[in-house]
């Protein structure tokens, strides 16, 4: 009998820690929410039959993938080309859905962002010598040379720690 009550405790142990896991609940979200939103505002310039950019938001796969750069980095909403395309101010070079479409509405942006947000981060992909930022530029990303700029937040001190390295 000992053995039938762990098995069965190991089962339901399992399953519950399926249900938190991230990419399952990344992939509901993605079902219940987001396809459906992309579906009716993206899929017809971003999708099978049609793939502007390189980019197709048909599939949970695809979405993430994005084009030249990827489309999600898990975490980072605004690190991410899907919510940085669909935030951009209407009238921008680059701005989603283009023309006189109507943009996606603030809660549907809130929850694409929440479904970037859900579950750890991913590292963002950085060249070493330079700090990407989101900004106004066609791309939507500068990057800043950090190599000589000298540190802001610098502190010194004479405490006995300090000076004794």
Sequence with gaps: MKI???IG????CSGSL???DPQVIREQMWKDEIAPILKQSCVECHGEKKMKARVRLDTFELAIKGGKRPGLIWGHPEASRIYRTITKPRGTEGAMPPGKREGLTDR???MIKSWIETG????IPVAPSALVTPSAGASGVSRVDVKNSAPTNVVTTNSPIDLAH
């Design 4 to 6: 039938i009550e762990v």
């Design 9 to 12: 405790i190991f089962l339901l």
């Design 18 to 20: 399926r249900a938190e």
């Design 108 to 110: 549907e942006v809130a």
């Design 120 to 123: 750890p981060a991913d590292e």
